[in-house]
């Protein structure tokens, strides 16, 4: 099994920073890529960050320049570092992993989320 733990929400200022981090754990051959959603209250569940085990990265335009995705392969974590943010980042952060468990079976695994709360 596979399993993935999310970190490092919180409360912070417009403006404020955070760095949130994606673990996963257990049976892994190998993590194809890990994503960085988001959702809002009421809203849909949108994807934020993208990057590959290459550290090719993708985002969301509402992010570009803003936030920095990272992966550190070694330790099967990702990182997402988000600089001025603002009160419509507010939202639950979701990691998801991509990747395989043996070379017939992959996984596609989700964590439970951390808030991630910015005041105006």
């Not at 960085?36 to 969301?60: E, F």
């Amino acid at each position: 099994q596979v399993q993935v733990a999310e970190s490092g929400g919180g409360l912070v200022q417009a403006g404020g920073s955070l760095r949130l981090a994606c673990a996963a754990s257990g049976r892994i051959s190998r993590i194809n890529a890990m994503n960085w959603y988001r959702q809002a209250p009421g809203k849909q569940r949108d994807l934020v960050a993208t990057i590959t085990s290459s550290g090719t990265t993708n985002y969301a335009d509402s992010v570009k320049g803003r936030f920095t995705v990272s992966r550190d392969n070694a330790k099967n974590t990702a990182y997402l570092q988000m600089d001025s943010l603002k009160p419509e980042d507010t939202a639950v952060y979701y990691c998801n992993a991509l990747g395989l468990v043996t070379s017939a079976r992959g996984f596609n695994t989700w964590g439970q989320g951390t808030q991630v709360t910015v005041s105006s």
